[in-house]
């Protein structure tokens, strides 16, 4: 089955700095990976996915790119801000039955600094 | 936009006791899910719900849980003889279609405590 590695498990960056959170997994007929943002006391929020069958998706300050011959995908956040604090899970699906499920990743405690 | 809903908040039972955990999905989503996070580890997951029946369930997933869509909008997750070990949040989860087409949505998710 599915095995989903996240890398690292804290992050401390500066207001302004850029963050990268990188993830593994192991099933190759893996096509679709979410990234979510958890804030305290909330439930995983959806902050932006790839398919694979691209290699990078942007969407403003958030971009998230796929390498399929390596099996990983990455977060990053550039011109980070205090509200981007939180933890943040990437996953990937895993097709037991027919409408999968989401492996995730350990998270990875994001802290910016103002 | 439209969420997914989830109550209680915070549920805290006697150990032995049966509990039921209640969502409503977003309308349009035909595929439900739950799974729970223990205090401060990863989400795991436990069972997947199409067309009124379990389509997978994990190895946690086991006789004391059970999943029921009693009509068009709710989505319940009962346990029938609580254990410390389940206390957990359980989240909810809907999507439009299966995990390899669309994105799945999650509600915040009930606290439950076990004594």
């Known amino acids: 089955g599915e095995n989903v590695e996240q890398h690292p498990s804290t992050l401390s960056v500066q207001e302004g700095d850029s963050a990268v959170i990188k993830c593994t997994y192991s099933?190759?007929?893996?096509?679709?990976f979410p990234w979510y943002k958890q804030e305290l006391g909330k439930g995983p929020q959806l902050i932006i996915d790839?398919?694979?069958?691209?290699g990078e998706k942007k969407d403003q300050r958030i971009a998230v790119t796929l390498n399929k011959t390596a099996k990983h995908f990455s977060l990053h956040i550039t011109e980070t801000q205090p509200e981007d604090s939180a933890v943040y899970f990437c996953a990937a699906p895993h097709y037991g039955g027919s409408q999968g499920n989401l492996i995730f990743g350990k998270g990875t405690k994001l802290s910016v600094k103002p | 936009e439209p969420e997914v809903t989830q109550t209680p908040s915070h549920q805290v039972t006697q150990m032995g006791q049966e509990v039921i955990l209640r969502c409503v999905p977003i309308?349009?989503?035909?595929?439900f899910y739950w799974y729970r996070q223990i205090l401060g580890q990863k989400v795991e997951f436990l069972v997947s719900f199409y067309n009124n029946e379990i389509s997978e369930k994990s190895e946690i997933f086991d006789d004391q849980f059970s999943v029921e869509r009693p009509d068009g909008s709710n989505f319940t997750l009962k346990i029938r003889s609580t254990k410390l070990e389940d206390s957990a949040m359980y989240f909810c989860a809907s999507s439009e279609e299966d995990s390899s087409r669309s994105a799945q949505h999650f509600g915040d998710g009930t606290r439950l405590s076990i004594l």
């Open positions: 790839i398919r694979s069958n691209v």
């Open positions: 099933d190759s007929a893996s096509n679709y």
């Open positions: 309308s349009n989503h035909l595929y």
